[in-house]
């Protein structure tokens, strides 16, 4: 695509908080190379990445977007990456396709709580690390507090390689540490010698012989500087730190000049993918190798339809080239290359390794497809907490709503969709209120569909806790052939987790004589029939009308589970009996024995993983006491973070989003799973079964 060889590109991703000006960064830099004729700016709805019309509506990113510029002999392709976490899966996606993540920190707000979390991204994702001091003529700016903040939080790896000559209003240039100086220009906060002197001994690390030279009183040569800060920069001994005020231009010049040096060319991070024989090696970046690309992040776009955007990390990818993907029994066929710049786009004939492109109107590619013979790691996204119960305003919109929220699922790894088979509710799961309300307002803007949410049902689940049996005759007579079935049975609690076949002894099933089992619903049938009581060809049925006894629920309408149903006697008739009649006899049956086993409720209960400052672990610990909760440890997440790992039911958590930010002042963050279920306490659940509608036995 680019006649630039592979140790002048340079791929990095704009992560960090949100309002930490990395779009106008973005937009700045495309001003500034001349690579766009006119100003683009984010407030008046001109932006280059902020292109999508809800990021122009609301003023902030909602989706990452790809730019490129050349700038001192080099090729830079950029993504821009929301800042605030409830989009972070757009984030973690972009740091997938690049070498370099430059971290946005907003000098007047300090460190916030996306800036950790996009720091430790960085690094699980292999990522060099810069760190881009933004907004440093803003008002109240304590530039020596906040440096030692980010060597307090990330290391004393966090050295400067420019230093700001005056701050705030009096900000007016920087100065580099990367050489030292004869005279300090008036105004410097900081001793440009002393950070150069700890800039050097960070990188001559690195290389035992310029070391060696270096403690005889010899610097690295200019010729080895970019290799040294490279290899620095990848084993971690240096995170450059560099300051800018985006709007004001003032050191945006040197910000470019930080990233030709500092950024991580595609050959200094080499990439791991399994091969056809299933064995893990590294991708050399050789555009005559064999290729290897994937696809980091999927568009829907209102005109082009699907948009694939993907990186290039071997061989080279041509158009109308036929590819195998991942996955795919088959190889495809590819159309025009696009290269993208914010939402425009025009055709190449090839890309190499290092470049990135776009493929439009491919419906075998997915985020994280590979293409080429090798498998790329998947790419790993949390897990979304948040969940809404979602139906169209108007009727008839179902099959509409549908193919609009598969969607978004299908551009947003972060967003799930599940039609809950208990509940029958269409519920989506996003990372939080936020995120799934931009969803909404996407499927109206974009897709014309209104829909109305509310909390979804918890998903309460019904069991026994003791044995006991009965019997149920259904017969009716009603003119002509009436309906006879009779069914004696005994209820037993089934433990999820009991092996069936140590269960199903002959001491306590004397006369079995075989058994199923469904681990739906962790469900035990044991045919215990002698002397053809019961006929062989209407037990099913009878196995039938429990197993949708069991969907409907009995005590509270919920799913039964953990039940095992012995069927040990019966009566037939020889006319009036069919399967129609044992299935209803089955039913009731396992109704009323079920109610006479002790019933109860069971609950959903979660893992909680709650990271949060450490002076906040005595507000965290209380509110998740009130909430049912349970501490099952405490460990150590960097700096003044600690990670609280608790249990809860699920009932108790479902808005716990916004009171942990509420708790922490936007500083926590959690995951939960699903743990396991468990009895709901006796007071709660006489309240969940008096709101429980039943619904009418038709066939007693």
């Known amino acids: 695509m680019s006649n630039y060889k592979i140790e002048n590109i340079r791929n990095f991703a704009l992560c960090g908080h949100g309002s930490a000006g990395k779009t106008t960064l973005a937009d700045k830099m495309l001003t ?68 370099t993540a430059a971290i946005v920190v907003n000098a007047h707000s300090g460190i916030e709580v996306n800036t950790r979390r996009m720091f430790s991204e960085a690094g699980k994702a292999g990522c060099g690390r810069v760190i881009v001091i933004n907004k440093m003529d803003a008002d109240n700016i304590d530039f020596p507090g906040l440096l030692e903040s980010l060597k307090s939080l990330f290391g004393k790896a966090c050295i400067p390689v420019n230093l700001p000559i005056g701050v705030g209003r009096d900000f007016k240039g920087v100065v580099s540490t990367l050489r030292p100086i004869a005279v300090v220009p008036p105004g410097v906060v900081g001793d440009p010698n002393a950070v150069n002197k700890l800039l050097i001994e960070s990188i001559v690390e690195v290389d035992d012989e310029v070391m060696a030279r270096y403690f005889e009183g010899t610097l690295p040569t200019e010729e080895e500087l970019p290799r040294l800060i490279d290899e620095a920069i990848v084993q971690g001994n240096l995170i450059p730190v560099v300051c800018v005020a985006e709007k004001s231009e003032i050191g945006l010049k040197e910000l470019l000049d930080v990233f030709a040096l500092c950024d991580l060319p595609p050959d200094k991070v080499l990439r791991k993918a399994i091969n056809e024989a299933g064995e893990e090696s590294l991708i050399a970046p050789d555009p005559d190798g064999p290729l290897v690309a994937q696809v980091f992040k999927t568009r829907i776009d209102p005109f082009v ?70 498998t790329m790691p998947p790419i790993k996204y949390p897990r979304p907490m948040v969940s809404l119960a979602a139906t169209p305003k108007s009727r008839g919109d179902e099959a509409k709503l549908s193919g609009a929220l598969h969607k978004i699922v299908e551009e947003d ?82 433990p999820h987790g009991t092996d069936p076949e140590t269960f199903c002894t002959k001491n306590r099933f004397p006369s079995m004589r075989h058994y199923h089992f469904d681990p ?135 808005t716990y989003a916004r009171n942990l930010s509420s708790i922490t002042g936007g500083q926590g963050s959690f995951t939960m799973e699903f ?22 036995e038709e066939d007693e």
């Open 305 to 374: 339809q699907k948009v694939s955007y993907l990186r290039v990390y071997s061989g080279t990818l041509k158009k109308d080239d036929n590819v195998h993907i991942s996955g795919g029994r088959k190889n495809i066929k590819i159309g025009p290359l696009l290269e993208v710049q914010g939402s425009e786009t025009h055709v190449v004939d090839s890309a190499g390794p290092g470049d990135i492109v776009a493929i439009a109107k491919t419906e075998d590619l997915h985020t994280g497809t590979t293409l080429g013979p090798f």
């Open 520 to 654: 739906k619903n962790n469900f035990l049938w044991v045919d215990s029939i002698v002397g053809g009581s019961i006929p062989n060809n209407f037990l099913p049925a009878i196995e039938k009308g429990f197993k949708e006894r069991m969907e409907r629920g009995i005590i509270a309408g919920h799913q039964a589970q953990d039940v095992c149903a012995e069927v040990h006697f019966g009566k037939y008739h020889d006319v009036d009996s069919s399967e129609a009649a044992f299935k209803i006899a089955g039913s009731m049956a396992l109704r009323n024995v079920f109610q006479q086993a002790k019933p109860a409720l069971l609950e959903p209960i979660v893992t909680l993983h709650i990271t949060a400052p450490s002076d906040k672990l005595g507000d965290i610990t209380s509110d998740l006491s009130g909430r049912r909760g349970r501490v099952a440890g405490m460990e150590s997440a960097g700096g003044d973070l600690q990670t609280v790992i608790a249990m809860a039911p699920l009932a108790e958590v479902t």
């Open 413 to 494: 790894p972060t967003f799930h969709i599940d039609r809950d088979p208990q509940t029958k509710e269409l519920v989506m799961t996003g990372m939080s209120e936020l995120h799934l309300s931009v969803v909404r307002e996407r499927l109206k803007k974009r897709d014309k569909v209104d829909i109305d949410t509310k909390e979804p049902k918890i998903p309460y689940r019904e069991t026994i806790q003791a044995k006991a049996e009965g019997s149920y005759r259904h017969k009716k007579q009603s003119g002509g052939r009436g309906q006879f079935g009779e069914v004696h049975i005994r209820v037993y609690p089934f």
């Open 32 to 99: 500034v190379t001349g690579t766009i004729a006119r100003p683009a700016s984010v407030d008046d709805g001109t932006s280059v990445c902020d292109f999508d019309e809800i990021a122009k509506a609301h003023h902030y990113s909602v989706e990452s977007a790809v730019v490129h510029f050349e700038y001192a002999g080099k090729k830079f392709n950029v993504i821009d990456t929301p800042g605030y976490p409830d989009f972070i899966g757009q984030a973690i996606g972009a740091l997938s396709a690049v070498e």
């Open 675 to 696: 743990s396991h279920y468990d009895v709901v306490p006796g007071n709660i659940q006489r309240d969940i079964i008096e709101r429980a509608v039943l619904h009418p």
